[in-house]
């Protein structure tokens, strides 16, 4: 991803899985920007913009539905960690925030 003069930056996304879940084979979709792209459970790292905001969304998708969106709109100024948890049911909203406790 690139911005019109080209400054990026890394961010950390960490994706959590309920330890217990009533689904299985469902895996998570990541989008920024726009462009979705399917990702693992656990730790990554993601290119973004770095003088503007980037709005970063989960879901996840099993090939008959999706469920647990969220989405985070993260800023230059936000520390580069986000931490994604998934719902415990297969209907419900995932959360997205800063790592560390701050909230959107």
């Known amino acids: 991803m690139s ?7 890394r961010i950390e ?6 330890w217990f879940a009533l689904y299985a084979g469902f895996k998570p979709t990541l989008v920024i920007e726009g462009r979705g792209q399917p990702t693992q459970w656990g730790l990554g790292t993601w290119q973004v ?21 969220a989405e985070f709109a993260i800023q230059p100024q936000h520390a580069p960690a986000l931490v994604y948890r998934a719902p415990v049911l297969p209907f419900g909203r995932g959360r997205i925030r800063l790592r560390g406790g701050s909230r959107r």
């Not at 911005?3 to 930056?9: A, M, V």
């Not at 996304?13 to 309920?18: A, E, F, G, Q, V």
């Not at 503007?52 to 008959?64: E, K, S």
Request: aromatic share 12%.
């Open 3 to 9: 911005t019109g003069d080209g400054t990026t930056r």
């Open 49 to 69: 913009p770095a003088d503007r905001p980037a709005v970063i969304g989960l879901f996840l998708f099993n090939r008959l539905w999706r469920f647990g969106r």
């Open 13 to 18: 996304l960490t994706l959590h899985k309920p």
